[in-house]
């Protein structure tokens, strides 16, 4: 994302001081950097060590063995597949789920006047300021109520909009252009085929942050989850390799093999497409 | 909800009404987990915003080192918390975690990190800086990029120094969004919840219980959802009132 380069007015004059100040600057970055990647370094090394290994005193960084056993044995060690899938379906159904809602609430704040248009758009705007936490046992009483604890529908519906898109992608429609629109209004076009075809397709870059952004958050969540599901069968990765691990699982190895299975979907994103990971995030602080 | 003894496990969830806020007021588990969250918070988001602002500063323009530092440093940001807290008590691990080890190869003695009364709490609030750094430093990068070259260049030919232009010109021209940053990282820490019940669970003997890790119990544990609820009252009006302060605070700097 950064695209300048150092100005001329920056290159100041090479004494030794400020040239020591400068290798010192990098060098703690470096050194910090190296304290960042360690944990994750550590997690993948580990995930293919053996049993002997990961005991080992002291404790070593590289494998003695490469060993990929804890690949295979976590699929019978943990229901694995079930808390990935369960993961898949979890943060896959909210991103989809949300991002057609987000976009209709969205377009229709942007673009129609109907009564009542502020006191939705502040209401949306309030509910940006309350954390999901605080509505946490209230929320629990309702899907009780409704006997949908420990469901696919418990876990998606409640997240089905969020006032950070809704907000996001209504900024982004009311910068483009009214003629646009209106030049399709004029041609006969509905409401819903000028959103459908004409704003969604210029949309795709807030919509793609979006999307990033709300899987990103589902796929890593630990307490929603971790409330809302109760049986093993319905937990996601994030709390059932916690529990597990609290548990069952002796087996560092093959704890450590699930961790880099669950981080490896959103790393190869992160690979690909890094800047729609920052956009989200350096959005909420332009407003 | 928190004006009645209200519970899963009862037919009838009579009111009570301002019962369960009393009964807070003489509860010291409340009162811990309040002050761990407050010392939490206050340690935490001076040093991600002013960590977060150096790096950005120093990542903020082009070049391949930088946005490879840029990436590095923002990894943990998209990296699920409780999965990576699995990790950092493997790494503080006294016996078979690899710090564990470096201690014992220096021969300063070990010790149980993620047990000890004094330690813990600093632990959690590193691991919470390792995650979150990131995401502050993106907010504060993506504002720098916002800001006019013309602005710092005219400065410089004025006579500014590096510490000039950055108070007078970058800082007043980042103040929106550092605010922003600011009281997203004050709300994230005062929620603090997933390191804690993933590394310490609250212990060791409560040393690191936060608001939301007992209203947790509170809530789905014990099932006592009216109390659990008085607890989300409280969190949430604190919330509100530091949100309020700070925009405060920016608003009295705008006037002078």
Redesign the interface.
């Known amino acids: 994302?950064?695209?300048?380069?150092?100005?001329v007015?920056?290159r100041q004059k090479r004494t030794p001081l400020r040239l020591t100040l400068t290798i010192l600057?990098w060098a703690l970055?470096c050194l910090?950097?190296l304290?960042?990647?360690?944990?994750?370094v550590?997690?993948i090394l580990?995930s293919f060590k053996t049993e002997k290994d990961?005991?080992a005193?002291?404790?070593q960084?590289w494998p003695a063995h490469w060993s990929f056993a804890a690949y295979s044995e976590i699929w019978q060690e943990l229901p694995f597949a079930r808390l990935f899938l369960n993961s898949v379906i979890f943060a896959g159904g909210v991103t989809v789920i949300s991002v057609v809602f987000d976009s209709l609430a969205a377009y229709a704040l942007a673009r129609l006047d109907f009564p009542g248009k502020n006191i939705a758009f502040y209401l949306v705007i309030a509910t940006l300021?309350?954390?999901y936490?605080?509505?946490?046992?209230?929320l629990?009483?309702e899907l009780?109520d409704f006997h949908w604890l420990d469901s696919y529908q418990g876990l998606i519906v409640p997240r089905a909009t969020s006032a950070f898109g809704i907000f996001l992608l209504r900024q982004f429609f009311v910068s483009i252009p009214r003629d646009l629109d209106q030049a399709a209004r004029i041609d006969g076009a509905s409401e819903f085929r000028i959103y459908a075809q004409i704003m969604m397709p210029l949309a795709k870059p807030a919509l793609a942050t979006l999307a990033v952004f709300q899987f990103?958050n589902n796929?890593?969540d630990?307490?929603w989850p971790l409330?809302v599901t109760s049986s093993t069968d319905m937990r996601t990765?994030?709390?059932g390799?916690?529990l597990f691990?609290g548990q069952y699982v002796v087996d560092?190895a093959v704890?450590?093999a699930g961790?880099t299975i669950?981080?490896l979907p959103?790393?190869l994103a992160?690979f690909f497409a890094?800047r729609y990971?920052?956009q989200g995030?350096?959005?909420?602080?332009?407003? | 909800?928190s004006l009645h003894n209200?519970s899963?496990l009862q037919s009838t969830q009579p009111f009570i009404g301002f019962q369960n806020y009393v009964d807070l007021a003489s509860d010291p588990r409340f009162w811990n987990a309040l002050g761990n969250t407050v010392i939490f918070s206050a340690v935490t988001v001076p040093l991600q915003i002013v960590i977060g602002m150096l790096?950005a500063l120093?990542?903020?323009?082009?070049?391949f080192f930088?946005?490879f530092?840029?990436?590095?440093?923002?990894?943990?940001?998209?990296?699920?918390?409780?999965?990576?807290?699995?990790?950092?008590k493997?790494?503080l691990s006294p016996?078979?975690?690899?710090f564990?080890?470096w201690e014992?190869?220096l021969g300063i003695p070990t010790v149980n990190i993620l047990q000890s009364t004094a330690l813990a709490l600093p632990a959690v609030i590193v691991v919470g800086l390792?995650k979150n750094i990131g995401?502050t430093m993106?907010?504060?990068?993506?504002?720098l990029?916002?800001v006019p070259?013309s602005l710092?260049?005219a400065a410089?030919?004025d006579g500014a120094g590096t510490w000039g232009r950055f108070r007078n010109v970058t800082l007043p021209a980042i103040r929106?969004?550092l605010l922003?940053?600011t009281i997203?990282a004050v709300?994230a820490s005062l929620?603090v919840?997933?390191q804690v019940?993933?590394m310490t669970g609250g212990g060791p003997l409560f040393h690191t219980e936060t608001l939301?890790t007992y209203?947790?119990e509170l809530?789905?544990q014990q099932y006592r959802?009216g109390y659990?609820?008085a607890v989300?009252?409280v969190?949430?009006i604190l919330?509100?009132l530091v949100?309020v302060v700070q925009l405060r605070i920016f608003r009295y700097r705008d006037v002078d």
Request: hydrophobic share 60%; no cysteine.
């Open positions: 994302m950064s695209t300048r380069s150092v100005p007015y920056l600057g970055i910090v950097a304290f960042v990647v360690f944990p994750f550590w997690m580990t990961v005991f005193l002291p404790a960084l300021m309350v954390p936490q605080i509505t946490l046992i209230p629990f009483q009780f990103m796929w890593n630990f307490l409330v990765l994030p709390a390799l916690t691990g560092y704890l450590m961790a669950s981080l959103l790393a992160f890094q990971f920052v995030i350096a959005t909420t602080g332009i407003k | 909800m209200w899963y790096l120093k990542f903020s323009r082009s070049g930088r946005r530092f840029q990436s590095i440093y923002f990894f943990p940001v998209i990296s699920a918390f409780a999965t990576m807290a699995i990790v950092w493997f790494l016996d078979i975690g690899p564990a080890a014992r190869a390792w995401f993106v907010i504060i990068i993506a504002a990029q916002e070259e710092n260049e410089a030919l929106q969004p922003f940053a997203l709300i929620q919840f997933d019940y993933v939301v209203m947790y809530g789905f959802s659990a609820a989300a009252w969190l949430f919330i509100m949100s």
